[in-house]
């Protein structure tokens, strides 16, 4: 019996999202995983009016041109710079992402990091279970507390980060693109002037083309031997080679990374470093803001489909 034609909404999904978002999603939509070759031969790409993706994926020129019905792109994620703006906008195509819901964790991931790396949670946890301990105690660590912080890009998460170190009695201070309202936290014009007074360096800018290498081999070394940097951002942002660089050379004490500059596949030199701490880009991964988020997702796509206005926009479509 010939397929009878569905006149439910086609959706297509650019990345896996979990069985908790899907199964609402399908009882609404047709959903349509891309094909691993990508959206060349896809029958329905003719029909396909929305996408979603996930932060790490995003959607290139050549997955909008390929999709000649395209209105929307949903993110399942706050950063949205893997989506070809300039392709979106050729097409007026709007997009959407998921703000706000996730800056917590993500945030929290930040302190989560600092304290790991300045207090050597990790390798005390291997001291520990290894029976050292019975030699001897293990070396004496950092301080957190009473330390400068140093925040760049002071967005929803660099603030909400800021927060979080005042209770630790940090001073705290911060580069922004923009100038941001007066405050106790103090403005450094350049980020490597940032990082000349700061003890940690937290990265919490945006991530894409403008932000690449922002924090550069003169912002590392500016640290100083005693400084830590923690990055919760996205890879591109630091300019890996002249972190790698500077931990190996020990001109930093120490990294705590939840993002790099390919991933799942990060360079193979951050394994054999003691002095960094590594965490598989967990920064918004709880289960109430995955939650979260994917709700903001399926209200953005719920909104569109009703006309109605998009919960969480990047860009709207010009009508
Ligand atoms: P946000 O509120 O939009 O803040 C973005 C920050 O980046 C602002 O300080 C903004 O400066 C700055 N910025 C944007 N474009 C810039 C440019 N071209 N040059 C210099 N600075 C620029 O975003 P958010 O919610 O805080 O999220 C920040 C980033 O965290 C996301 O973009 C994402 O990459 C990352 N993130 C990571 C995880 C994780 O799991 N590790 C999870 C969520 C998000 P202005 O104030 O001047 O606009």
Redesign the pocket.
Known sequence: MPAVPSSRPKVLMVSPMPEWDIAPMREVYDLIDLPSDGPVGLDAAGEIAALVTS?GRGADAALIEALPALELIAVY?????KVDLVAAARRNVAVTNT??V??AD?AD?ALALTLALARRIVDGDAFARSGAWRNGAMPLTGSVSGRKVGIV????????IGRRFAGFDTEIGYW???P?PPSAWRAFPTPAALAAWADILVV????????IG?VDAETIEALGRDGLIVN???GTTIDEEALIAALESGAIAGAGL??FRSEPAFDPRFRRLSNVVLSP?????TMATRQAMGALVRANLAAYFAGKDLPTPVVRRAL
């Open positions: 932060g994620g706050v950063g949205y710079d703000p706000d996730l800056t993500v991931m890009g002071l967005g929803r998460i660099g603030e909400a922004n693109r923009s941001k919490a800018v945006a991530g894409g083309g403008d932000t922002l919760i951002s996205r939840d993002v880009h967990q920064g918004s991964a």
